[in-house]
Every structure is written in C-alpha cells, then in structure tokens.
C-alpha cells in the first residue's frame, strides 16, 4: 500500500505533459495530447486523476451516455503499481457512473493483460463478449468486460 497521501480529482490541461509521461510508459499504442484535450471537453466524459502531493502518478477517463458507462483507459505510473491506486481509480470512475445513473459499466481488455484482468474481475466485472483483431499495433482481440451495476 502507499504510504503518502493521495487525492483523487479532475483532470484539467495542466496535467498533460505528466500524463503523457505515463501514457508512453503504459500503453503499446498511446492516445495523443490532443486527444486528451479533446476528452476534456468532451461533455459524456469524465477524466480523474490521482494525485500524490502534487504530483499525477495516474488516471483514468469514463463515458457515460444513457444507461451505459464506458471505462476509455486506466493508467498507473509504473513506479506507483500494485499499490491500490488502480482500485481507487475504478472505484472513484464507477462512482461517477452511479451518481449518473449509469446500469452498466463497460470496457474493453487485451486478454493477455492479467493485470487488468485480476483488477476488474475482483471488482466484480465479467467477461461479456470479444472485439476480433480489436488492437492495431498486433491484431489481438479485445475481451469485453461488464459491471452491472443495479
Ligand atoms: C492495470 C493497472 C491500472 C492496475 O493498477 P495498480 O495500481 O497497479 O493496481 P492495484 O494496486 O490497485 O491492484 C488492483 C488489483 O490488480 C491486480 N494486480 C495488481 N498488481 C498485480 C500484479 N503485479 N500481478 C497480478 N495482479 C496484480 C490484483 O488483482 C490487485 O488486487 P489485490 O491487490 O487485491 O490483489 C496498472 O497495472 C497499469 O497502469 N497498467 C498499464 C496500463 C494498463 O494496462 N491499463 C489497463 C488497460 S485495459
């Protein structure tokens, strides 16, 4: 566990380059800044970031359009891992999907991704479906995985 305090709050502009540090350390095809400032003002979006004095060691961004939330991505800076900050960051992004009345959460996973598979099935997420040759950077399949909710 993480022996510093830590605060989960909005993500705003003034994030972005420690975000984009974490992006290129974390994901195989890295999203843009430009797509970050884009989701910002995105009006389904949410994106929280944690934040460990002052500094952003991760986050995370959620859809949510109707009855369906939709988890876009979740990162942790490498050096802050298996420390619970991923668990709070889903529990905090579900939050947002409860407080909007969100039935279901969903997301998609790469099946080799353990990891993130161990997170989300202890959060109670089961694998609902696949995306054939979902990811571009080698063709694996996507797993689709879904949270009810209520
Ligand atoms: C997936 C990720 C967000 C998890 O964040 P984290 O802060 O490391 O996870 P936590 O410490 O909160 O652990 C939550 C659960 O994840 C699993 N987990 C975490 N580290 C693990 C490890 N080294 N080995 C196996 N399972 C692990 C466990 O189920 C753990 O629950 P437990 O502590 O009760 O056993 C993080 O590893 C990450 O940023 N990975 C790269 C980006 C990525 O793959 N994002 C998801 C895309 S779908």
Redesign the pocket.
Known sequence: MLNQQYIIRRMTDQDLDQIMR?EH???AIPWSRESYQSELRNHFATYLVCDVEGEVV?Y?GIWVVFEEAH?T??????S???????????QALEDVAHKKRALRVV????PS???????????GYVITGERKHYYVDDGEDALIMTKFLF
């Open positions: 974490i350390e974390s994901f991760g995370g988890i991505n979740i990162a942790i800076a490498e802050f891992r298996s420390k619970g900050l991923g668990r709070a960051l889903m997301l998609e996973v790469r991704n353990l990891i993130a598979r161990n997170l989300y099935e202890s959060l």
